[in-house]
Antibody
Framework: EVQLLESGGALVQPGGSLRLSCAAS????????MSWVRQAPGKGLQWVSLISGGRGDPYYPDSVKGRFSISRDNSRNTIYLQMNRLRAEDTAIYYC???????????????WGQGTLVTVS | EIVLTQSPGTLSLSPGERATLSCRASQSINNNYLAWYQQKPGQAPRLLIYGASIRATGIPDRFSGSGSGTDFTLTIRRLEPEDFAVYSC????????FGGGTKVEIK
């Protein structure tokens, strides 16, 4: 069974930093692209970052580029999201997400974690 | 960035009725790289449809997806009580982006 367990969410002041982790199990971790997707209170889903399987190429939307950094440790079956210069608008539940495989045709989310709450205030 | 606009924002229907949800893209989505998700309060989203029309594993056949280019539709043939939720579309043709969601509520 695929499991994704996020951790690291907290209350942080504007301008501060935070690192989220997502521990994965139940599948061949290194072969899958992974993403972070967030959801502000009462709002829709927003893609925050993606890391490819294999060599782990990162991708970001313009809204977080330069502030957020995604990485993976295939030996620990874990991805990370380093968030710097946090703003009030970054307040959200952050979901860890596993894609169908690794590649453009697979960039939809098959499995989701339960999320971790980040509050910037 | 491809912007996805979902309509209506809220759909008020009764169990047994048909639901038709729209997702319109600001530019053409290649290869029908569009997915639909269902989300219930306090839960993570669940994949329903990918490739615009392919049902994910375990999804009942009352859910169907259609469309191409810039206009896509999710249809729920006969609403069951457990189908009342928020539905979001997502494109993966150019980076990733999500629509704002449509809430299907009980009338």
């Amino acid at each position: 069974e695929v499991q994704l367990l996020e951790s690291g969410g907290a209350l942080v002041q504007p301008g501060g930093s935070l690192r989220l982790s997502c521990a994965a199990s139940g599948f061949d971790f290194s072969n899958y692209a992974m993403s972070w997707v967030r959801q502000a209170p009462g709002k829709g889903l927003q893609w925050v970052s993606l890391i490819s399987g294999g060599r782990g190429d990162p991708y970001y939307p313009d809204s977080v580029k330069g502030r957020f950094s995604i990485s993976r440790d295939n030996s620990r079956n874990t991805i990370y999201l380093q968030m710097n210069r946090l703003r009030a608008e970054d307040t959200a539940i952050y979901y860890c997400a596993r894609h169908a495989c690794s590649g453009y045709s697979c960039d939809y989310v098959v499995h989701w974690g339960q999320g971790t709450l980040v509050t910037v205030s | 960035e491809i912007v996805l606009t979902q309509s209506p924002g809220t759909l008020s229907l009764s169990p047994g009725e048909r639901a038709t949800l729209s997702c319109r893209a600001s530019q053409s989505i290649n290869n029908n790289y569009l997915a639909w998700y269902q989300q219930k309060p306090g839960q993570a989203p669940r994949l329903l449809i990918y490739g615009a029309s392919i049902r994910a594993t375990g999804i009942p056949d009352r859910f169907s997806g259609s469309g191409s280019g810039t206009d896509f539709t999710l249809t729920i043939r006969r609403l069951e009580p457990e189908d009342f939720a928020v539905y979001s579309c997502q494109q993966y043709s150019s980076a990733l982006s999500f629509g704002g969601g449509t809430k299907v509520e009980i009338k």
